[in-house]
């Protein structure tokens, strides 16, 4: 076994780091994935599975991520590595470090290119091409403007170019100043819209669509198990990201209370999405169950139509960005540490390189939309961007689920007690003993049943 490097670099301070977890955990997830799919299932009981799954199984999962990341003091591989020769376990743990790794940036292929379609709808936006536009033109538009490769093409290589390049400085220099900025821009930006739909949308019916449960849909399987996994998902755990930012945490961070700030913050920014999006969708007569292409079809619609439209959308288009952004650099920042310590390239070099790898693997996903694009079934869903679909459900049903169970395992049968007492900062003897019970069992058969079920619903 080779000997890790150890990982020198630390966030300047606590704060930053919760800064950064945070802009990890508030992504396209929060904004554009989470009220489509809360409209889907069925708004208020979804939205409570969502939080219970949050606590019970997404905390739990989040606090042990961090704190491998903070003992093994490197690259998931590499963390988990020295973790597990620490506790004589089996190496077949190092699993978890590189599914990770792999699974981050298969997510990122695509990630980025949604983003990108976020950067063109900016764009649009600010300089008026949707404003007025009847909703079936604005619907046109996003259908023509996704199946042209060459103009998503050249989105996705900007938001890789910008993501890259934020990699590529380094932790002082790149991702802290990054976060930094961003974080209290996305909050402002954030309250601006949110007062927006307030005072001007349909803000009691998006409250009522949001928190008032339709109990008749809670006995659907397919509530809990998309709520389970949009809750790995949203809070960027199973694949390591939360473990690289844990490994560049001060020592004695308790670990606890800035797990759970990013949690609470996470959470909020999903329903302030939600506060946002569906009053503006009610006070326009448009349909909320719209599904993906709520964002980029339907919202844009509202913004062509109202009184602002232009300085609105584009706010929200902005907002949206900055987010997809500072969780981008989340998903390629395991691999990147590994490569740092295996190849001794330097940050930049291996930045650009693995940049490039990512681009080239979102090729194919820019290729779903248009000449690619071929049917599908799984699970009994059609799905109709061929590898774009497939690239998703495999990161998300398979390895993000697996990666989960691992690293709760893992936590919870192999480490020893001392280590995690030591670490993780609980400010109770009978916290200590609710995580353990959460990743010894609850987490575990929990999200087995929900990968059990989705393969047979
Ligand atoms: N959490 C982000 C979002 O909601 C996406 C993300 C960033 C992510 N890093 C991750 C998802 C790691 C899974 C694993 O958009």
Redesign the pocket.
């Known amino acids: 076994m080779s000997v890790p490097e150890k990982i020198q670099a630390r966030w300047s301070s606590r704060w930053v780091f919760i800064l950064a977890a945070t802009g990890?955990?508030?992504?396209?997830?929060?904004i554009w994935?989470f009220p489509y799919m809360a409209g889907k299932n069925g708004g208020g009981v979804f939205v409570l599975v969502y939080l219970a799954c949050i606590a019970l199984v997404g905390l739990p999962i989040l606090m042990t991520e961090i704190m491998i990341g903070r003992k093994g003091r490197g690259s998931p591989v590499n963390a988990v590595r020295k973790l597990i020769r620490e506790s004589g376990a089996s190496r077949a743990w190092e699993f978890i470090g590189w599914s990770g790794m792999l699974?981050?940036a298969l997510?990122l292929s695509y990630?980025s290119v949604i983003a990108g379609w976020t950067m063109a709808y900016t764009v649009k936006t600010v300089t008026g091409q949707l404003a007025g536009l009847p909703p079936d033109q604005v619907s046109g538009q996003f259908e023509a403007f996704v199946s042209d490769p060459k103009q998503v093409l050249v989105w996705h290589t900007a938001f890789m170019l910008m993501t890259s390049g934020v990699l590529a400085r380094g932790l002082e220099h790149g991702l802290e100043k990054a976060v930094k900025f961003l974080m209290p821009s996305l909050l402002l930006l954030m309250l601006g819209l949110l007062s927006y739909a307030i005072t001007n949308a349909d803000f009691s019916a998006g409250v009522n669509f949001l928190f008032a449960p339709d109990f008749e849909k809670a006995i659907e399987p397919g509530v809990l198990v998309s709520a389970i996994g949009h809750a790995?998902?949203?809070?960027?755990?199973?694949?390591g990201?939360m473990m690289i930012y844990g490994s560049y945490l001060p020592d004695q961070t308790p670990i606890f209370g800035a797990a759970a700030i990013v949690v609470v913050a996470d959470t909020l920014v999903a329903l302030c999405a939600g506060l946002i999006i569906f009053p503006i969708v009610f006070a326009n007569g448009l349909e909320p169950a719209e599904g993906p292409g709520l964002i980029f079809q339907t919202l844009p619609t509202a913004f062509a139509q109202m009184p602002g439209g232009i300085f609105w959308g584009t706010l929200f288009f902005v907002l949206l960005l900055l987010?997809?952004w500072t969780?981008?650099i989340?998903?390629l920042e395991p691999a990147v540490s590994w490569a740092l310590e295996r190849f001794h390239l330097g940050r930049s070099m291996t930045s650009w390189l693995l940049g490039g790898v990512v681009w080239l693997a979102g090729v194919l996903t820019v290729m779903s939309f248009s000449d690619w694009a071929f049917e599908f079934s799984f699970l009994g869903i059609t799905k109709e961007n061929g590898i774009f679909d497939m690239i998703d459900i495999l990161t998300s049903i398979i390895m993000?689920p697996v990666g989960g169970i691992l690293i709760a395992l893992f936590a919870g049968w192999v480490l020893k007690r001392e280590m995690i007492e030591e670490l993780l900062g609980l400010p109770h003897d009978s916290l200590y003993r609710i995580w353990r019970v959460a990743v010894r069992y609850v987490a575990p058969v929990g999200v087995a049943i929900v990968m059990i079920t989705s393969l047979f619903a």
């Open positions: 990890s955990a508030v992504g396209l997830g929060n994935k699974a981050g997510i990630y790995f998902f949203t809070l960027s755990i199973a694949m990201a987010a997809a969780s981008a989340s998903l993000l």
